[in-house]
């Protein structure tokens, strides 16, 4: 397999995803490794090319709360003031998954993980191939994430199908992961996103 190398050309690599393929993308925290985030064999070739354990699960991407409403259940209001706070942005929420998540993306889990990276081309991406895109970040499971896209190419060229070249990560460290099916709010991974700026959007404390 030849790993393309794309910049522009979205609606290639939004075919690469509908038909089950892998594609780097680019986001303002780490590089992720994407794919169909409802196609339970697209997601299956992400716990194989990262040597990730099949009981750790991945976080979907998406492009708005109007997306996560189609794949989350039982949204409660703090979630949609956090979006409106930090989406697009490094914060990863934690929400009960709808009946359209497969058991690979949450490892069998009652819950998902949804972001809306701040980066245009992978947002142009997931409107492009219009489903969500499982994209845990695109290194070997335990390695250093990759903050660019020849990061990527030094790992997986000739593993997967595509890396859409992005640029250098503005921030270059995971986002912050934040459970909203427990009250109060937890933070799972502390990341880009500080505890200080969650608990003043909320207004309140968080464990």
């Known amino acids: 397999m030849m790993t393309q190398r794309l910049t522009d050309n ?50 979907l991407l998406v492009s708005s709360m109007g997306d996560a409403e189609r794949f989350c259940r039982d949204i409660p209001a703090i979630a949609y003031r956090l979006a409106e706070f930090f989406w697009p942005g490094p ?33 142009a991406l997931i409107r492009a191939a219009g489903v969500p895109l499982a994209a845990p970040s695109a290194n070997l499971s335990g390695a250093p994430s ?20 992005g640029g250098v990560c503005a921030l270059g460290i995971e986002s912050t992961v ?6 109060p709010p937890r933070i799972v991974r502390q990341g880009g996103l500080a505890r200080e700026d969650i608990e003043r959007a909320l207004g309140m404390k968080i464990t």
């Open 10 to 59: 979205i609606s290639a690599a939004a075919e690469i995803i509908r038909r089950g393929g892998l594609v780097a993308v680019p986001t303002e925290t780490v590089y992720g490794l994407a794919a169909n985030g409802l196609d339970e064999h697209a997601v299956e070739k992400i716990y194989d090319v990262k040597n990730r354990p099949e009981t750790k699960p991945i976080s």
């Open 91 to 123: 914060l990863t929420m934690v929400l009960l998954r709808g009946g359209a998540v497969p058991d690979t993306v949450t490892a069998g889990g009652e819950t998902v993980g949804v972001r809306c990276p701040d980066h245009e081309k992978t947002l």
């Open 146 to 165: 990759p903050k660019c896209a020849q990061d990527v190419l030094d790992v997986f060229d000739g593993k997967i199908d595509a890396v859409i070249d």
């Open 178 to 183: 934040v459970d909203l099916t427990v009250t």
